[in-house]
């Protein structure tokens, strides 16, 4: 059974900053591709990171330079390091792993920037 569990989420003012996790279980972690993706009431699920196996990072292009995606193997877990906040990166924040042909999700973390 794959278990994602997200934390870290929060009520920020403009220009602070965030770290969210996820703890992910039951997968052999090291070897998969991870992402982050949020979503805002009524609209899609949008991609915002990804971490390789190898380490290699992708961001979407809104995020570029303001957040970091990192992980930890031997804590089953990835990281989303958020700077410089804005408040159109509110959104429920999820991480997802695709596992023999199907997504996982956790339940998600509320990242609200605000002043």
């Known amino acids: 059974q794959v278990y994602l569990k997200e934390s870290g989420g929060g009520l920020v003012r403009p220009g602070e900053s965030l770290r969210l996790s996820c703890a992910a279980s039951?997968?052999?972690?090291?070897?998969?591709?991870l992402n982050w993706f949020r979503q805002t009431p009524g609209k899609e699920r949008d991609y915002v990171a990804q971490?390789?196996?190898?380490?290699?990072?992708n961001y979407t292009d809104s995020v570029k330079g303001r957040f970091t995606i990192s992980r930890n193997n031997a804590r089953n877990t990835v990281y989303l390091q958020m700077n410089s906040l804005e408040p159109d990166d509110t959104a429920m924040y999820y991480c997802?792993?695709?596992?023999?042909?199907?997504?996982?999700w956790g339940q998600g973390t509320q990242v609200t920037v605000s002043s």
């Open positions: 997802n792993v695709n596992y023999k042909g199907r997504a996982y």
């Open positions: 971490i390789t196996s190898g380490g290699l990072t």
């Open positions: 039951g997968i052999n972690f090291k070897i998969f591709t």
